[in-house]
């Protein structure tokens, strides 16, 4: 969880003069320093402070309670891979203390939300208000986890650990229910206090205060922050939150009188009938719970200084819930406040370098070709965020830690509405979303030299065509989307020059994971949707207990290792596809199955010579060691040939180069990864799965008959997986780790 590098310490002088506002200079001799601050309240300043530390967050509860109700025939739209709801917030972040705003920037007073009604605790406790939280403490009496050794390296100590991880934990609650930019929190432990200031790339700490002798230095943290605007103290200027406070309620309609949240409960209402399969999604993004209604603006895809406006709530999906730093993606069904009509709007904090490109970049990349590529989704609009002076939002710890690239705060809005993949009716559906995507892969590759790099579940979504054209019956189809980490065809030659992978960790091919100085090529993406069938297969489809497919998923897809720095996958993984091991299902989707792994097993038989070169010194696989595992109208009925038809034309046109214009400069080629013929390598074009995938998923004989109710309760939901085992990065993962010499 704690990495040095993103905890740089500075001075409390430097902290101060640095990053806290300096509307007035701060003279200690005028201010009693040393007093009882519960006794003396700063009767001219726009915040209090409380002890929340008995009481949990009653909108995580409610959220954690709505979602442990829901059915996995129902699906859940926050969470992926068969992650518990209960996880989510399951502690309710036990925060100790809360500094909430009494002022509004102006002086007017503010809501309170927080205030203990019943009167009932102490005159100093009150509600814990996550979505309302300014400034956040922990005060512990047993340790500390900010003080450092002499190598300059946090304490090792259990209670050290606990500490920092309170404290991580805390910080990316308020992250991901706020909309910010940055976050100061303090810790104290009796007599020792740290300031901290925490951003997308790491979190700043200062040198330890002694209270007996520099209590001054602690008071004037305070001091500085008493009458901080919402800026000055991290909040996003382009996010405008609704305070449920400031509504009335319509006792006659039920609905709440701010006009935003009347027009988007009217489109609800309004939603067609071919919008059934999509309308839970929606109405459950602003209805349920009880987080607060924002208002957030995006730059408009032509017109970059107009400020297009959206109405969100409740969190569709989220990257990473186990971490304050990273790209934080949030992902949330919007209401378009122009057009009146439902998105999907992405925020996250993209890196600022050279060879990360910017999703509306891709985008545009894509959309530029003709004909257009089926299966990619259309933006609305998008850009980069600036602040109130028209500065870009970025992060400032790179400003201590250059070796990071900074993160700049980024929106795009798709005009399509995606359901989470795992909401498909039948194989036959999942296979048809699938060979969507997999279209969508292939036209990105072929036409615009545009490598994917995260194949995964959450990266494919059904879209419900309800609205697109005044004829939208509700057809199905798959969506690749989340570009965030693809690299053009130009610059895979440079190398894999990281010790961890980028990508969904349970879907990176078995040879990335095992050869790590193995660069990543477009037969490791091709891959990953063989990954993806056979993890829905063990999840949905499997006849096994939930022990057995829990000790596969975790033997072969979960497992991580460290050999000399770099982070390594499981051996059994690249045994599997070396002997065609492939989870045992009946009907179509297992003969799909079946022959998929045939193709890829001929395609590892061609890499064995070619590996070897990107093997570390000591064998990743020793040879001896290999092991291998046992392993109404219906929807799917429904699917309109239209689609079907659309793929086998563009995937036909894709082979002869001649019958498409994409508008791109031209790219250099890649040399061929090794020397075994290309023929003897199925996965080095796209060809050999598009052929068994469209076969499969269009035949619907006698001999080859789909059953429609072949898909059972999620297994995965049943396991208690590792809290940390749905991260995509490899330093987050849990499940089986261990560290060789």
């Not at 257009?372 to 933006?379: E, K, L, Q, W």
């Not at 809005?413 to 892969?441: K, Q």
């Not at 091709?526 to 975790?554: D, G, Q, T, W």
């Not at 390598?681 to 076969?695: C, F, G, M, V």
Request: hydrophobic residues 35%.
């Amino acid at each position: 969880m704690m990495h040095g590098n993103h905890y740089p310490e500075m001075s409390v002088a430097d902290f101060m003069s640095k990053y806290l506002p300096h509307n007035e200079v701060f003279d200690n001799s005028k201010h009693e320093t040393t007093i009882d601050l519960t006794e003396a309240s700063g009767k001219d300043g726009h915040f209090i402070c409380k002890d929340i530390s008995d009481w949990p967050d009653s909108s995580l509860m409610a959220e954690v309670k709505m979602r442990s109700n829901e059915s996995c025939e129902d699906g859940e739209f926050f969470t992926s891979e068969g992650f518990s709801p209960s996880a989510l917030s399951s502690d309710f972040r036990y925060i100790d203390v809360a500094m909430y705003r009494t002022r509004a920037e102006d002086g007017r007073p503010c809501g309170k939300l927080w205030e203990d009604k019943a009167k009932g605790r102490s005159k100093h406790a009150a509600h814990n208000f996550v979505s309302h939280t300014a400034i956040f403490g922990e005060i512990k009496l047993q340790g500390i986890g900010c003080e450092r050794d002499k190598d300059v390296n946090h304490s090792q100590t259990q209670v050290g650990i606990d500490v920092r991880g309170q404290l991580w934990d805390d910080a990316t609650e308020i992250l991901i229910r706020q909309h910010r930019t940055f976050l100061f929190t303090f810790s104290v432990y009796r007599t020792t206090a740290y300031l901290m200031r925490w951003d997308r790339l790491g979190v700043i700490i200062s040198e330890p205060i002694d209270l007996k002798k520099e209590a001054e230095q602690f008071y004037e943290f305070f001091f500085r922050l008493r009458k901080a605007t919402d800026v000055e103290l991290g909040l996003d200027p382009t996010a405008t939150i609704i305070n449920v406070n400031d509504i009335d309620e319509d006792a006659d309609t039920g609905y709440e009188l701010h006009p935003s949240i009347v027009a988007v409960m009217k489109a609800i209402d309004a939603l067609p009938e071919a919008a059934a399969r999509v309308k839970p999604h929606i109405s459950r993004a602003f209805n349920e719970g009880s987080w607060p209604y924002y208002e957030l603006r995006v730059p408009d895809k032509a017109e970059l200084a107009k400020m297009r406006r959206f109405l969100v709530r409740n969190l569709a999906t989220y990257s990473n819930l186990n971490s304050p730093l990273g790209r934080s993606a949030k992902g949330y069904i919007a209401f378009d406040l122009d057009t009146q009509k439902f998105r999907f709007l992405k925020d996250s904090w993209r890196t600022d370098s050279p060879g990360v490109h910017p999703e509306m970049e891709v985008y545009e990349k894509l959309s530029s070709v003709s004909p257009r590529i089926p299966g990619i989704a259309s933006v609305c609009c998008g850009g980069d965020l600036s602040d109130h002076l028209g500065v870009k939002q970025v992060t400032r710890t790179q400003e201590h830690v250059p070796v990071y690239h900074p993160r700049i705060h980024t929106r795009i809005v798709l005009n399509e509405v995606g359901i989470p993949l795992e909401e498909y009716t039948d194989s036959r559906e999942l296979c048809y979303v699938v060979t969507d995507a997999f279209v969508a892969h292939a036209g990105a590759w072929k036409c615009s030299k545009v490598l994917h790099r995260d194949v995964s579940d959450g990266n494919i979504v059904i879209y419900i065509d309800y609205d697109s054209t005044p004829d939208a019956d509700g057809s199905a189809r798959g969506l690749l989307i989340d570009w965030d980490l693809c690299k053009y065809q130009h610059e895979l030659n440079g190398g894999n020059a990281q010790h961890s992978r980028s990508g969904t960790w349970r879907f990176l091919s078995a040879a990335l994971l095992n050869f790590p100085l193995k660069p990543h090529e477009l037969a490791d993406d091709i891959e990953a949707f063989y990954h993806l069938l056979c993890l829905y297969a063990y999840r949905f489809h499997s006849p096994m207990s939930e022990l057995n497919v829990a000790n596969i998923v975790k033997t072969v897809y979960d497992t991580c290792e460290i050999v000399q720095g770099y982070w390594l996958g499981s051996m059994v993984k690249y045994t599997n596809m070396e002997k065609g091991v492939h989870p045992e299902v009946d009907g179509p989707f297992g003969q799909l199955l079946g022959q998929i792994a045939e193709i890829v097993k001929e395609h590892y038989a061609g890499l064995d010579h070619a590996l070897e070169q990107y093997a570390l010194p000591h064998p990743a696989i020793p040879p001896a060691n290999r092991a291998s595992t046992q392993s109404s109208r219906l929807i799917s009925e429904s699917r309109s040939l239209k689609i079907d038809e659309e793929n086998a034309a563009f995937m036909s046109m894709i082979r002869d180069p001649s019958k498409f214009n994409p508008i791109i400069p031209k790219a250099v080629p890649l040399p061929s990864p090794s020397a075994v013929s290309p023929d003897r390598l199925p996965l080095a074009t796209h060809e050999a799965l598009y052929s068994l995938l469209n076969t499969h998923a269009t035949q619907n004989t006698p001999d080859h008959k789909w059953d429609p109710h072949d898909k059972f309760p999620d297994q995965f939901a049943l396991i208690n997986w590792s809290p940390f085992v749905r991260s995509k990065r490899r330093w987050d993962m849990g499940g089986v780790s261990v560290v060789r010499q």
